[in-house]
């Protein structure tokens, strides 16, 4: 059985740092591109930043120069650096992997069971 497991999150002054990472376990093929999302209070979730398993990274607009999302492929672990944190960040996030767990299957999405984020004024 494939899992996405989530570690970090908590309570920060904004202005803040925190780090997120998620680590994928179990038996499959290959994973392919990671994300991060994130869901306010009454709100949609929403996608925060994505890496290809070439590294090459895309972000929402609100975290562009905040937020660095990273990879270690050996480990299939994601991890997304947060800094100058603010209140408008706090949320749920969520880790995503598209992950292939077998060689001539199809991908599916894997999401992890999310970590709370809240950033005080």
């Known amino acids: 059985q494939v899992r996405m497991v989530e570690f970090g999150g908590g309570l920060v002054q904004a202005g803040g740092s925190l780090r997120l990472s998620c680590a994928a376990s179990g038996r499959y093929f290959r994973v392919n591109t990671m994300a991060w999302y994130r869901q306010a209070p009454g709100k949609e979730r929403v996608l925060v930043a994505t890496?290809?398993?070439?590294?090459?990274?895309n972000y929402a607009d609100s975290v562009k120069g905040r937020f660095a999302i990273s990879r270690d492929n050996a480990k299939n672990t994601v991890y997304l650096q947060m800094s100058s944190l603010e209140p408008e960040d706090t949320a749920v996030y969520y880790c995503n992997a598209a992950i292939q767990k077998y060689v001539s299957g199809l991908t599916d999405d894997y999401w992890g069971q999310g970590t709370q984020v809240t950033v005080s004024s």
């Open positions: 890496i290809t398993s070439g590294g090459s990274t």
